[in-house]
């Protein structure tokens, strides 16, 4: 499951517009297979390939259930009457009526060392920690990804735990796995 698929897939079981939620989801270019260098090898063009088509897909699909993709998100905070939230944030999930706020960095499938996406994960999610809590909202912090090795790499830094970091691994078959912390 590539990077845009696994964001989908977070919405979908977790914090679904059709429940209450105001979902603002990043899709970088580069998770879709549109940016970097052009791939020579026949694995790294049939990646690119696949990865074009899971963006498109699950971009669409975030669409038909509500959630906006991308954008200024000064005016998607404003046009929904909530607070601002500072950072580039791959997934934004605001639940009026409970006063959440959910802020999730995720990573999947790349051809990219899975322990390096981690990393930059853990940054940002610990970058999004660092900022203020909107007067009124109770923030909950979430790291998500998919993938054998990149879980197993999460499964080691429990520490964010005592962040107020949870972490969950998406599978396939909507049998995840959380390896700290709890659902929102």
């Known amino acids: 499951m590539f990077q845009p698929s696994v964001k989908l897939e977070f919405v979908r079981r977790y914090c679904r517009p059709d429940k209450g939620w105001f ?27 696949r990865m074009r088509s899971d963006g498109e897909r699950a971009r669409k699909v975030l669409k038909e259930i509500g959630v906006t993709v991308g954008g200024v ?13 500072r950072g580039d944030r791959d997934i934004l999930a605001f639940h009026k009526r409970r006063r959440i706020l959910l802020v999730a960095e995720a990573e999947g499938i790349s051809g990219a060392q899975p322990e390096q996406k981690l990393y930059k994960a853990i940054g940002q999610i610990v970058m999004a920690a660092s900022e203020e809590v909107p007067i009124g909202w109770n923030r909950r912090l979430f790291l998500v990804v ?39």
Not at 37 to 46: E, Q
């Open 23 to 49: 979902v603002h989801v990043d899709i970088d270019a580069s998770e879709e297979g549109k940016a970097g260098s052009v791939p020579t090898s026949k694995d790294a063009i049939l990646r690119r390939a």
């Open 73 to 85: 998100r000064r005016e998607w905070f404003g046009h929904h009457n909530l607070p601002v939230v």
């Open 146 to 184: 998919h993938g054998k090795s990149i879980t197993e790499h999460l499964s080691r830094v429990i520490f964010l735990e005592q962040l107020g970091v949870s972490a969950i691994s998406i599978e396939d078959y909507m049998v995840d796995r959380w390896i700290f912390g709890s659902p929102p």
